[in-house]
Antibody
């Protein structure tokens, strides 16, 4: 069964850091790009960052560039999002998602259940 | 700044057909943007419906279909059911790793 499970969310003060994790199972993690998407309370979905299957390519939205870093550990089937200099506007549910195609960087087919981050 | 446009709200009668669209503020949408579509009911995790313009995700019924209509991407729902009442989001891939979500369409089935 293909599954993504996020963890690491919580309440954090502005300016502090937090690291989210996403544990993958049920598929060959090292073959697929992975993404982070967030959703602030009462608003729509926002793309945050993507990492290629081997970690060699990483891209992020302008709203988090320079503050958030996406990474992965293929030996542990885990995706990460290091969030620094957090702001109130980063408050959101953070979802990790799998890219459908090997070697691609677009779209999402499997989603985690999300982890809530509150900056206050 | 790239803006992906969607209808804020639409309604459809049970059993009817509705088309949601996904456009760009300053360009035409084509398959090269790899449009994808997601369904989300309040408080729930998004569900993938369509990616790569018209590829249905696993388990998605064939009454959901994706296409390019004119200069926009489109999601058509045929034989609408009550549980299709949800928010629908499109995503366009801008290249260089960058994806952009539309603002979402709230679909009402009544």
């Amino acid at each position: 069964q293909v599954q993504l499970v996020e963890s690491g969310g919580g309440v954090v003060q502005p300016g502090r850091s937090l690291r989210l994790s996403c544990a993958a199972s049920g598929f060959t993690f090292s073959n697929y790009g992975m993404q982070w998407v967030r959703q602030a309370p009462g608003t729509g979905l926002e793309w945050v960052a993507v990492i290629s299957y081997d970690g060699s390519n990483k891209y992020s939205a302008d709203s988090v560039k320079g503050r958030f870093t996406i990474s992965r550990d293929n030996s542990k089937n885990t995706l990460f999002l290091q969030m620094n200099s957090l702001r109130a506007e980063d408050t959101a549910v953070y979802y990790c998602a799998k890219v459908p195609y090997s070697s691609a960087l677009h779209a999402f087919d499997i989603w985690g259940q999300g982890t809530m981050v509150t900056v206050s | 700044q790239t803006v992906v446009t969607q209808e804020p709200s639409l309604s459809v009668s049970p059993g009817g057909t509705v088309t949601l669209t996904c456009g760009l503020s300053s360009d035409s949408v084509s398959t090269t943007f790899y449009p994808s579509w997601y369904q989300q009911t309040p408080g729930q995790t998004p569900r993938t419906l369509i990616y790569n313009t018209n590829t249905r995700s696993s388990g998605v019924p064939d009454r959901f279909s994706g296409s390019i209509l004119g200069n926009k991407a489109a999601l058509t729902i045929t034989g609408a059911q009550a549980d299709d009442e949800s928010d629908y989001y499109c995503v366009l891939y801008m290249g260089s790793g960058i994806s952009v979500f539309g603002g979402g369409t709230k679909l009402t089935v009544l």
